[in-house]
């Protein structure tokens, strides 16, 4: 069983930047490849970002690229979202992720609750 608890939402101006991070707990995050996801008021979810187990590769929903990078540090079990150049539609509900496959998966097994990112115009 795998805890996932995001953390670093708020309210920003547009074209500012925020952090968040995803704090896991259980068994073999080194392993496990992350994602980030979220949920904008009346719309789908929507894919965010991905890593690999090693944080050697990466990826991007086309509506972020360039603006946020996805990261992680296996010591300290803990994946971080870092979004830059924000604008009013990145508002939503961000939520982290966790595979049981160390590799891109499509499918995620375990969520966390859920951070509020307010992105004002």
């Known amino acids: 069983q795998v805890q996932l608890v995001e953390s670093g939402g708020g309210l920003v101006q547009a074209g500012g930047s925020l952090r968040l991070s995803c704090a896991a707990s259980g068994r073999a995050f080194s392993s496990r490849a992350m994602g980030w996801f979220r949920q904008g008021p009346g719309k789908e979810r929507e894919f965010v970002a991905a890593i690999i187990w090693s944080g050697d590769s990466t990826y991007y929903g086309d509506s972020v690229k360039g603006r946020f990078t996805i990261s992680r540090d296996n010591a300290k079990n803990t994946v971080y979202l870092q979004m830059n150049n924000l604008k009013p539609e990145d508002t939503a509900v961000y939520y982290c992720?966790?595979?049981?496959?160390?590799?891109?998966?499509?499918?995620?097994?375990?969520w966390g609750q859920g951070t509020q990112v307010t992105v004002s115009s």
């Open positions: 992720a966790a595979s049981n496959r160390p590799i891109y998966s499509r499918t995620y097994d375990y």
